[in-house]
Nanobody
């Protein structure tokens, strides 16, 4: 089974920015809605952002609206997450996956997850 490959994580100061990338090498990537999730150790994975296959619609968790932007490049089988004004409490491992995107519901479409990209926001 193909797993997403996330990259771009790192250490950033509070208020800073990071751009995450996720390559998902499936044949029908350009027909899949994609989403970003994050997980803090000891807590459940939570949904952050989603984008339809054509990028005609994006949705965000309330906690990241107006600070995070999801986009995609279907020619590269890649989805991105631009994160601005990061907060220490957003320190987490960030994952991408195909999603069932039926607003307000966004659920993972696959049980296969990548390693994620660790984002650490310092005070």
């Amino acid at each position: 089974q193909v797993q997403p490959v996330e990259s771009g994580g790192g250490l950033v100061q509070a208020g800073g920015s990071l751009r995450l990338s996720c390559q998902y090498s499936v044949r029908d990537f350009d027909t899949e809605s994609m989403g970003w999730f994050r997980q803090i150790p000891g807590k459940e994975r939570e949904w952050v952002a989603a984008i339809t296959w054509s990028a005609s619609r994006t949705d965000y968790a309330d906690s990241v609206k107006d600070r995070f932007t999801i986009d995609r490049d279907n020619a590269k089988n890649t989805v991105y997450l631009q994160m601005n004004s990061l907060k220490p409490e957003e320190t987490a491992n960030y994952y991408c996956n195909a999603v069932h995107h039926r607003p307000p519901s966004v659920l993972p479409a696959s049980y296969h997850w990548g390693q994620g990209a660790q984002v650490t926001v310092s005070t």
